[in-house]
């Protein structure tokens, strides 16, 4: 084995020197390919393919060639294939160039360009769909199926504003070699399609293909141009909320514990936030993790409120967007002040009560006296009482108490009198 490597070397380095030997002559140009065409193969995706130059010397070179998209977004890569396939969209045209190249020896001179082109598809300018937005849903499947979830799309848009009434739109999406036409619209009150819902789909959610979504339409009046768009699946997946979400508070510590949302994704793949309210104090703290786990200390007995939401990692695809936040769980209690309230309202309830039932006595008392005037014999407490505030004053004790309450009255309007 030792032996070989060195001799592999060798090997290597003749085949080198051979190929710079073998190299076209000083004269020798390159020739473009032939035969460039560009096919239009599924939903907004083409495959351009050309052929060599039939009388270009192929002995003893490596040609290659470089690969030009233009439209609608540009583009450059290097092939030894005769044939690319590209996943773009076609709604705005594509157009493409060619050329040999050596592929081996990049300071030598290129061959000229060939081009081909697809035109802007046909259709009134202002009749194609716009603000096309699409997301997906996972979902667990029925387990008397084989794959344990489902991947359900979910499509909006608005009617282009310069088509005709009778306008209907037709809504097909495409994931890897699949294509599937809607069959459930929603419309709008002109019965034209505005949306779609696909409750389930061949979309892997785990995979890294291109969402490819294309609306044409019909109308009587005038031809409607089509639209379509390409999705990144982790830009526009709505992830589930992790479930079973508990908490619980042993002394000082809360404890929360949760599980993955519904997804094909294993349980590494999470990222998560944990939202902590102090329904008391109205202050939260979120706190990011990537455990099922969150133990926290409490300060003081406060009743909590716990949600957590969930993303996808970058460690499993690119970053998307946060889960809705689960349902808020309450944890803890605030009893203590609740109980000091009743016992506040019951104390001034009963204040009141007292109060009450005191001036009601008075009154009574009051019209007792009115209604029942002490007759002038002494001993009762009552005219005591009377007699000892007006002592100076002769006279029945109705007079009596008739000139109290003046008093008072006058009392009270040279306060008033004062205050205003
Ligand atoms: C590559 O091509 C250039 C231009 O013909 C030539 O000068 C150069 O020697 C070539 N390089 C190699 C490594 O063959
Ligand atoms: C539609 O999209 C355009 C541009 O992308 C934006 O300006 C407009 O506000 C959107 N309309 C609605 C109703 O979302
Ligand atoms: C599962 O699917 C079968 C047939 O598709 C259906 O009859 C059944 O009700 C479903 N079960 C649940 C739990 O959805
Ligand atoms: C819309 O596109 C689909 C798929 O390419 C095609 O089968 C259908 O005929 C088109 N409908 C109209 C109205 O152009
Ligand atoms: C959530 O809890 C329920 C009952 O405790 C259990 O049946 C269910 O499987 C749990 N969900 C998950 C995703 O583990």
Redesign the pocket.
């Known amino acids: 084995v030792s032996s070989m490597a060195p001799a592999l070397l060798i090997l290597l380095g003749a085949t080198v020197i051979l190929q710079?030997d073998s190299?076209p002559n000083?004269n020798a140009v390159l020739l473009p390919p032939v035969s460039f065409t560009i096919k239009v193969i599924d939903l907004a995706q083409v495959l351009l393919h050309w052929e060599p130059n039939p009388d270009q010397e192929q002995r003893n070179v490596q040609l290659g060639y470089h690969v030009k998209i233009n439209a609608p977004e540009e583009k450059d890569y290097e092939t030894r294939n005769t044939e690319s396939r590209r996943v773009t969209i076609l709604h705005k045209g594509f157009s493409a160039s060619v050329r040999t190249i050596?592929w081996n020896?990049h300071?030598?001179?290129a061959s000229s360009w060939v081009s081909a082109e697809l035109k802007v598809p046909p259709g009134s300018p202002g009749t194609s769909i716009v603000n096309l937005t699409c997301t997906t849903n996972t979902e667990a499947y029925n387990y008397t199926h084989e794959r344990p979830y489902q991947v359900s799309l979910h499509c909006t848009w608005l009617v282009g504003k310069d088509a005709p009434e009778d306008t209907q739109y037709f809504l097909y999406y495409r994931y890897g070699s699949v294509t599937e036409e809607c069959r459930e619209y929603s419309k709008d009150t002109q019965q034209r399609n505005i949306a779609c819902r696909f409750p389930r789909t061949v979309i892997n959610s785990k995979g890294r293909d291109w969402l490819a979504v294309y609306v044409n339409g019909s109308s009587k009046e005038e031809a409607i141009k089509p639209f379509d768009q390409l999705f990144a699946l982790h830009a526009i997946d709505r992830v589930n909320s992790p479930v079973n979400v508990t908490a619980e508070i042993e002394g000082t510590c809360l404890s929360i514990q949760w599980e993955k949302p519904v997804s094909a994704f294993p349980i590494h793949c999470f990222d998560y936030e944990v939202k902590i309210c102090n329904t008391r104090k109205g202050y939260f703290q979120t706190e990011k993790m990537k455990t099922n786990t969150f133990i926290s200390i409490i300060d003081d007995i406060s009743k909590y409120s716990v949600q957590v939401r969930a993303a996808v990692s970058s460690v499993c695809r690119p970053v998307g967007l946060w889960s809705e936040w689960s349902q808020p769980i309450y944890v803890g209690n605030d009893k203590q002040k609740p109980w000091m309230e009743w016992l506040l309202i019951v104390l001034t309830a009963a204040a009141c009560f007292i109060l009450l039932i005191v001036s009601l006595i008075c009154r009574i008392c009051h019209l007792w006296t009115k209604l029942f005037p002490p007759v002038p014999a002494p001993k009762t407490n009552i005219k005591d009482f009377f007699v000892s505030i007006n002592h100076e004053k002769t006279g029945s004790s109705e007079t009596e108490v008739e000139v109290i309450s003046y008093v008072e009255e006058a009392g009270l309007e040279t306060l008033e009198d004062s205050v205003f």
């Open positions: 710079t190299l000083k050596l020896n300071s030598f001179p």
